[in-house]
Every structure is written in C-alpha cells, then in structure tokens.
C-alpha cells in the first residue's frame, strides 16, 4: 500500500536538478518534496510511537520507581536513592536466583537445540504424513505454560510422582525433585525443552528447507554420506537461524517463571531457593510484598544482564558468522566449495 | 479518592441500606441518591476464593428475593491469587463489587480501609467482638464484613488409630490428646511406635497451630519486630523441628502430594478448622474412617476466616453493601455452613439450633456444629496479624521446610531464618 503511494510522487524528485535552479518552489512543488521526504517516516511511525507509549515509557518509568519506596496502591512514592539495588546485590537470595536461572537457561536450551536440529533434520527427510509430523511437534507449544507446569508437576512429585514412581518400580532410588538443587532444574528445564523444542525445530526446519537441494545431489554424487552432508552442508547453512534461535532462547531463558513458579504449590522457589528464579524472586518481592521499589530495581538488574549476555552473543556469533551472516547463497557457497567440493 | 466526599457518601449509604433492611423486598427505596433505586436493574459481582459456600442456590435465592439483582460469582483457586489481584486494583478500578479478604491479610487491607466502602451502621455488633473489631479502623469505620472463623478441633482417622491400639471414639480421643502440644506430641511418638507411620499430616501445620495461639508473633502493635527474639517463637520453632518432624507426612501442606495423601492412610491426624472439614471429604471422598474430635492442644486455636469487604470505588456500592449484608447474615451464614463447613462468625448464628445440631455425614455423622462452637468458645487468643505478617509466616514455614527436606540442620536453619528477617 505505502510504496504505490509513494511511487506516483517519486517523479518530482526526479525533476529536482531543475526544481534547484528555479530556486522558488511552487507550494505543490514543496509540499511533494515534503512527502518524499517524511512520508517514509510517517509511515513507520506508529510502530515507533506504539513502542515509545508500551515500551520505553514503562522501562523509564520501571526506573524512577526503583529509586523510590513505592506504595502500588496509592500510586505514590518516596525518593531513597539506590538503597534498593543495594539490598538486592547484599541479599543472599538474589545470588541464588541468579545461578539458578543461569543453571535452568543451559539445562534448557542446550539439549533443546541439540534435539531441535535433530527432530528438523528428520522431518525434513522425505517421510510419509509430512504435514501431520510437522504439526504435531508445534503442539507443545500451543499449549499454555502455566498447563504444561501442572503436568509436569504432578510427574514430578516426590511422593507420588509418575517419573518415581517408575524409578521405584524399576528398583532405583526416587529423585527428590523438590529439595535437592540439581535435581528441580532437571525437572523445570525438561518442563521448558517439552514446550520449546518443537517450536525451534519448526524455524529450523524452515532454515533447512531454504538450502538448495543441487548441493545435497552434489554431495550424494560426491559419495558423501548423510551425516557427512548433515554435517558439512546442513549446519553451516543452519548458522544464521540458528543464532536467531540462540537469542530468543536466551532471552526467555534469562526471564524464566511460570515453569518454577508452578513448581510447587507456594511458587516461592524452594524453602532453600533451590529453584528460585530472578524472575520469580522479581514477582514474589513485587505481588508478594508489594515491594514495587525493589522490584523494579531488580527489574532493571535483569534488564542489564540480559543485555550485557545479548552483547556477549553478539560479539560471538559476529565471529563465528563473520562472512556467512544474512549475506545470501554466495557466501554459502563458498562455504560449501571449500567443505565440499575440495574432498 | 477524596476522603470527604467520599464519607458523605458513605453516611448516605448508611442511612440508605438502613432504609433498605426495612423495607427489603418492598419496591421504591428512595433515598437522594438515583443509583441507589432498588428498581433499576442492577448487576453485582462477588468475588471469593477456595469454597465460601456461596452456591448457586444460595445466590438464586437473593435473585429472587431481589427480582432487579442479578449476581455474578468468581472463585479463584487459592486466596493467594485472590490477594495480588486485589491489592493490584484497590484504588483503581477493576475489583469486583464484593471481594473476599482472608484473615491473614486483611491487615494489609485495612491499610486502605479508607478506599473501601463503610458497612451500616444495622449490621453492627451482630459479630463475635474480635471479629468485628479487627475489621474496624481507627477512625471507627467498619469495612468487612465477616463471613466465618476457623476454630480448631482434631480430625483423625478412627480405623488408623484402633489399628495402632490408641482409643478410637471421639471421647477417648478427645481425652488423649487433652493437654498441651507436649501432650499431643507425646501421642504422636506412641503411633509412631506402633505403627511405624507418622501421625501428623506435616509440620508446618503444627507451627501455623502455635502461632494462631500466640498474641504478637513477628511483631507488636506499635510495629517493632520481634519475630527472631520472641521466646515464644524460638519455642515453637524447636518443637516442630524436634518433635513434630519426625512425626509428620509431610512439611508443608496444599502440595500435590499431600492432598493426594488424604486418602491413602499416610498419617493419622490433621489439626481441622471447619473449612478443613470440606477440604478433606472433597480430597477422600472414598475413605471411611474419618472423625473429628472435641480437643484442641493447649485449649483452642483459629485458624483462618474471611471478610467481605466492598471496594468504594465500585459501581453498585450500595447494592454491593446490602448483598454483603446479607450474604454474611445468620441465616445465609448456616447455609454455607452446610455447603462447605465454613463455621458462621454471627452471635445469632452461633446460638441457633441449627447450628447446635448440625451433624456431617462423612466425619462418622460427629456432630460438627456442637463440637465447632464448644472449639470456638476455647478461642482465647486473636492473633495479631499486621500488614508484614505474610512475609515472616512464610520464612519461618520455610525454615522448617529446610530440617525438614534435610537441607538444612535445626540450628543452621534458625540462622538463616535470622538473617532473612534481618535483610526485610
């Protein structure tokens, strides 16, 4: 819509080497130049002002409140500095929510990507039912959370637990999911992998559909096996979605709640904080103490350490896709002449 | 909210549903105020959690009755929901026009009495003393209404405890555990003896049993702290963490687990408040066996109960006002009774027959009724209960789950209790 309105004012613009020796500009003349300059703008701006009203108000405002001791319900507030930051950094509690949540991020997204290439890899064979397959890895997805929590959480009892129950029934020891610390990241990051995996396998998937087959048959007529051309044709070309997918994990993983907050039935983490996310401790001093001050302070402690770890990913994925990113096939190729075609 | 404008309105809804009571049912209230037509078609929501025992039937009953009202009700599950959402839109709009509080934070709510609308001046004094009173600000405003209270009594399995040679009839039971928590621990040493079981459905309910029996727990009236030098807590905390643990199913209740366990025979006894009664035929409903017994340890205890309370921001306020009236009226009050064992906080309700000779099938036909009010009469103690009440219950609940699941030694598990309160 935008461009073919745009494109019948382009033809002045056209014109200007002698619009700019007339020098006096007709108003309609002006008013075309106008448009072809701040239509574009004005035609991105909603996004723009949308963000700036949901977006960089609240986290502007997240941040004056996290200076105050705030009372959320009558909307008032007293200025007192960073003492809040201080007490978050001092609280024993705040460290252990940040290993955890480190702990639970590479338990999840670690196998889930690893299985979410895999499961892509399989369904981009040619098999039978192709559609059925790849809808049905979607499903978990579909699913809301806070379901999959329940689930998963009654498997996961100590007592009786599906999962130990067969443990037991197999003559092992049943795992304490609920006290010791290993243990309940286990259990919440195979909560979060059965919810993800199929959703990153299907963008995967999409990014290996896009992989021109003729280098599959050159590949074949090479004699290289399947997992030689999984390996040397499939990966390399997977990088630039696979970062993407590195990313958006990262950042739902460094965010992770309402898996740990289900986990039990108080949601406070653990009596030790065994499972206390950053997330989870920000919602239980927010809506559990009405605390919003140090909220929002610690709203901001994650906000700064999901962006000091998304420049720490930036920084690597710039390196390890330094002449592959987002370039098109050629780079690709180059890529595949040098892997494949040089055996 | 403009406080003036806002306490004339106030004595005007007084006065209002004052008129109202009178001429209940009749058509053409008056009153100044349009809103306040009892003819104008009206919508009021109700919102609670758990199991008030607010039914269908009982609701249909004030449409009825009220041809112009129509009432809609929601439950959230647990009233931990219930307290972010309201605590979120107190003040701002968005809370139903009646809301439940539960006792233990109530206190936070009456932080705000201000912002919630006045009850009138017909339905005071129809409560227990402390029940009203802990509703009623400083400014003399009562702001809740009250629904039930939680006296305690014990309720235990009858078949478990002839299997372990203790006496199984309600007035041996009630003999055997007459005393202190000493005293009920004593027993719960002697099952465990013979049956090699737990008797106690898990400790932390032994510890909310103590506290409910303790004035000023975590702090004083005036708001000095006193959660990690009070004797009486150190008392308790060593206790439960000695004596109830080992002799406890589980540490903390509400878990998968634990209500999976009501049916199964894992331990023998729960400390009951009324409600606990429902709580536990929903969670059994196949076992047999299940009795509750006239004795509390060291006298009597509450444990829970709720208010009604009509945020002042509210459409309907003084439809919502004369609903809460109602609902928390004698007669409503033995009706939730009999729907989910909420135990009535009315004089007149306490005193009523109905109520002396109400009887549940599941619990062995034990006449709950009687056995309810004689626990309700041991009540010596309300518990005071301040805004930061929570936030201590709940790291002290913790620091037994730690000895509990062994993470923790008893004294380890002290200290860092002591270092938690200390970082509040």
Known sequence: ?343 | MNTRAFRRSAVAVAAFSATAIVLAGCAGGGGEEPAGDSDEPVTLTIATFNDFGYTDELLQQYMDEHPNVTVEHTRAAESGDARSNYFAKLGKGGLADIEAVEIDWFAEAMQYSDMLAEAPDSVKGRWLDWKEAAATDADGRLVGFGTDIGPQGICYRADLFEAAGLPSDREGVADLFNGDWENFLDVADQYKEATGKPMIDSANSVLQGIVNQIEYTYTESDGTVIATSNPEIENAYKLVTERAIPNSAYSGQWSDDWFASMANGEFATMLCPGWMLGVISGNAADVTGWDIADVFPNGGGNWGGSYLTVPADGANVDAALALADWLTAPEQQMQAFAAAGTFPSQVEALESDELASATNEYFNDAPTGEILSTRAEAVTVAPYKDASYFKYHDALQNAVNRVFDGVEDEQTSWDTWVAEVEAF
Do not use: C
Request: net charge positive.
């Open chain 1, 1 to 343: 819509m935008t461009t073919t309105e745009a494109r019948p004012v382009a033809p002045p613009a056209g014109s200007e080497p002698e619009a700019r020796r007339v020098r006096v500009l007709s108003f309609s003349q002006k008013l075309s130049r106008w448009d072809l300059k701040f239509s574009p703008f004005l035609y991105i701006s909603p996004f723009f002002i949308m963000f700036a009203v949901v977006g960089l108000f609240p986290i502007a405002y997240t941040a004056v409140i996290s200076f105050m001791d705030w009372d959320l319900v009558r909307n008032e507030g007293e200025f007192i500095g960073i003492g809040q930051y201080v007490w978050l950094l001092q609280n024993p509690h705040f460290w252990a929510a940040l290993r955890n949540t480190f702990s639970i991020f590479l338990l999840s997204s670690v196998p889930q990507l690893i299985l979410a290439i895999f499961i892509a890899a399989m369904l981009d064979k040619n098999i039978r039912a192709k559609t059925f397959w790849r809808t049905s890895v979607l499903l978990p997805y579909v699913m809301a959370p806070v379901a999959v929590a329940l689930i998963f959480s009654n498997m996961f009892g100590d007592n009786h637990g599906l999962v130990n129950n067969i443990l037991t029934d197999l003559g092992l020891p049943a795992v304490q999911w609920h006290k010791e610390v290993f243990a309940s990241h286990v259990a919440i990051a195979t909560m979060v992998n059965f919810r993800w995996v199929g959703y990153n396998a299907l963008i995967l998937l999409a990014a290996m559909q896009a992989v021109p087959r003729e280098y599959y048959e050159a590949a074949t007529v090479d004699g290289a096996g399947g997992f030689r051309q999984f390996w040397s044709i499939t990966l390399p070309s997977l990088r630039p979605t696979l970062i993407f997918v590195i990313i958006t994990s990262t950042i739902g993983g460094l965010q992770i709640f309402d898996e740990p907050s289900q986990f039990d039935n108080t949601g406070e983490g653990g009596s030790a904080q065994q499972w206390l996310t950053i997330s989870l401790f920000l919602y239980n001093i927010g809506w559990r103490e009405w605390n919003f001050g140090r909220a929002a302070a610690l709203a901001w402690i994650l906000f700064l350490i999901i962006l000091v770890i998304g420049l720490i990913n930036l920084a690597i994925t710039r390196r390890l896709v330094r002449d592959e990113g987002g370039r098109g096939v050629s780079p690709l190729k180059r890529g595949l002449f040098k892997k494949g075609a040089g055996r």
